[in-house]
């Protein structure tokens, strides 16, 4: 995670653990519930990917079927340093495969430890959109694995059973936390400036991974506040409601109902992602939103996003974790999970590891 630095609800069981040695350590599956009509003019192709980003990928795509990058679609971002399988749809007006067999094509593109492999392809009448899928499936391997096992396993129970901090990955964050120095160069630029923002087309992208970058960092810290009182995944007086596996958001006043649901992870109580728009959060939840905000290293993030116009949404302080389940190989484990879109695995491994060691 990135600054600032996190609380944990309760002291990690493993104490090391090797991360990501090779890409297979670290697989990533795409859920997609799709009913495809086989016809129009989207390909949907499904791939695996190694030592790629998705960005990369969809640019290799569009330059195989030879069409423009806006007219390739993906759900999601996927790790480069992993092994990932996921869809993109390529608009194709006169239905027409690409000349140059995929496997031929990509050879001249795979650098030492990249691969591509398209898996299957069909035809379907709409465009690959950004969170069409509802859920990712990981397994991950921990090498040389440090700890007392009975411990390790009765804390993964646990966690399974209660879910842990939906923190935003240090993904989210780039390489020793690159994309927050950037974000802080962008605002105090846009922020100095008389003018209205207005990017160019060429900046859309590295913007966007600015704000999200300033705006995960916030909610961080709001998620850390809550963990440090004791109450990130306990309803108090004014929080706004997510319900599971939804979008939908709501407020209640905090009755045995509520408490009850919440227990059960039927809800999960949520925090704002900064930015422009009517808060809904009030009382105590309000006074310790209020409380993270008014940190003067926020100042210039806020002033920026707001300048920006970014509107602002709920994300659940709690991220619930679907069918985990694990098995010991000597002091390897592995870890079997599925978690819903927009949230991130590393949030896993943080609450029951102290130190991930990666070596790539």
Known sequence: MTYPAPHRPFAPAIISADFKTYPADFIV?????VDFSGQGEHLWVHVCKV???TAFVAKLLANWANIC???VGYSGLKDRHAQTYQWFSLRLPKRGLPTTAFDEFIKEYLKEGECLTLIAHHWHDKKLHRGTHKANAFTITLRQVTGEVSAINAQLAHVGQMGV???VGKQRFGHDGDNIHQAKVFFEKICSSGK???PFKKDTDKHSLYVSSARSMIFNALVSKRVQLGCWDKAISGDVFNLDG???IFCADIDDEIIRRVAEQDIHPTAPLFGVGELKNSDESLRIYQSVLAQDEFELFKNGLLKVGVKLTQR??????????WQWSDNNLTLHFE???GSFATSVLFAVCEHLIQNR
């Open 29 to 33: 599956k795409e859920l997609m519930d």
């Open 339 to 341: 978690l819903p879109t």
């Open 196 to 198: 209205p923002y207005k």
């Open 69 to 71: 990058i806006r007219d």
């Open 316 to 325: 659940p302080l709690r991220l619930r974790i679907y069918h985990l389940d």
């Open 165 to 167: 901090p939906n923190y």
């Open 51 to 53: 030592g790629m980003n």
């Open 246 to 248: 939804t979008g939908s």
